[in-house]
């Protein structure tokens, strides 16, 4: 009689990731969110650009479509936007990162 169960294979094999793996990305992703967010205070260029941003025309009618009237709620509305950026910029170059590390070993 011949048995139906698959054997165990392990864990890599499924392409799951594990616990510390897991730990060590987000840690990661927090350095570099916290790393580009430094850059729109320490940066010139990177000032120049979070200014021009929140100067346009779409911006300022993020203003009025969240109800912010005070100059401290549009700079906590700035700095929302900046975290949510660096938070996309540094997703996009952990897994830039991660694509190019697995090219590499897969060599």
């Known amino acids: 009689m011949k048995s139906t169960l698959k054997s165990a294979r392990p864990a890599a094999h499924l392409g799951e990731v594990s616990i510390v793996t897991t730990l060590a990305r987000t840690a990661a992703l927090v350095v570099l969110t916290v790393l580009i967010a430094a850059s729109a ?34 700079e906590q509305l700035i700095l ?28």
């Not at 990177?46 to 025309?57: K, N, R, S």
């Not at 950026?85 to 897969?106: E, G, K, N, P, T």
């Open 80 to 107: 929302i936007g900046i975290v949510l950026a660096s938070f996309c910029v540094a997703l996009a170059v952990q897994l830039a990162a991660l694509a190019v590390w697995a090219r590499i070993r897969s060599r």
């Open 41 to 74: 205070r320490f940066l010139p260029p990177v000032v120049h650009l979070v200014q021009h941003v929140a100067g346009t025309q779409a911006w300022q009618s993020l203003y009025t479509l969240f109800g912010v009237e005070s100059g401290i709620e549009r």
